[in-house]
T-cell receptor, first 115, second 111 residues
Framework: EAGVTQFPSHSVIEKGQTVTLRCDPI?????LYWYRRVMGKEIKFLLH????????ESGMPNNRFLAERTGGTYSTLKVQPAELEDSGVYFC?????????????FGPGTRLTVT | GENVEQHPSTLSVQEGDSAVIKCTYS??????FPWYKQELGKRPQLIID?????GEKKDQRIAVTLNKTAKHFSLHITETQPEDSAVYFC??????????FGAGTRLTVKP
């Protein structure tokens, strides 16, 4: 079974540019999450999809971040325009359960550097 | 919202010794507590979890304990090995499936 995949693995962009990150969850997993880890700090929740619907987007830092999951399969996270403080590793995770009491499987992450 | 605190931030032990990492959470509605291990440059991997209806769970050299009254839970690694070196994250999750992580503990096991 393929795990969670993310693309790209690394992205270096200039302040003000746009970047789109992609996540492909494990097939059949309805729940998809985005997290961000800034160097040396905790993994911070951004948002949660259940199929194509946003269940909780309380962690999104501001309106420069837009997440979509059309069709309930893969998801994209767009940052526009990027700022220096957006640098970090963006993780995607997916899970199968609906009760909230199951493990989440992480992708390898996308390391975003904004210069 | 949920707030998870994790201590210590760094931990260095000699190979063969035990390591203990502690976490506290604020939301009494949290009922699932996974632990993740992240090796350098790799993705976080679920290593063990515990649900609120049990107080302790063990898997070979790894054990987790949960005290719901005090709202804290701990990861115990016995007979540590160099390959246990990594960053460990605790997390707490409520029934709406949103997980909040601790800040991580960088464990170094010296051979």
């Amino acid at each position: 079974e393929a795990g969670v995949t993310q693309f790209p693995s690394h992205s270096v962009i200039e302040k003000g540019q746009t970047v789109t990150l992609r996540c492909d969850p494990i097939s059949g997993h309805d729940n998809l999450y985005w997290y961000r880890r800034v160097m040396g700090k905790e993994i911070k929740f951004l948002l949660h999809f259940v199929k194509e619907s946003k269940q909780d987007e309380s962690g999104m830092p501001n309106n420069r971040f837009l997440a979509e999951r059309t069709g309930g399969t893969y998801s994209t996270l767009k940052v526009q325009p990027a700022e220096l403080e957006d640098s970090g590793v963006y993780f995607c995770a997916s899970s199968q359960g609906t009760s909230g009491r199951t493990g989440q499987y992480f992708g390898p992450g996308t390391r975003l550097t904004v210069t | 919202g949920e707030n998870v605190e994790q201590h210590p931030s760094t931990l260095s032990v000699q190979e063969g010794d035990s390591a203990v990492i502690k976490c506290t959470y604020s939301d009494s509605a949290s009922n699932y507590f996974p632990w993740y291990k992240q090796e350098l440059g790799k993705r976080p991997q679920l290593i063990i979890d515990i649900r609120s209806n049990v107080g302790e769970k063990k898997d070979q050299r790894i054990a987790v304990t949960l005290n719901k009254t005090a709202k804290h839970f701990s990861l115990h690694i016995t007979e540590t090995q160099p390959e246990d070196s990594a960053v460990y994250f605790c997390a707490a999750i409520r029934t709406n499936n949103d997980m909040r992580f601790g800040a991580g503990t960088r464990l170094t096991v010296k051979p």
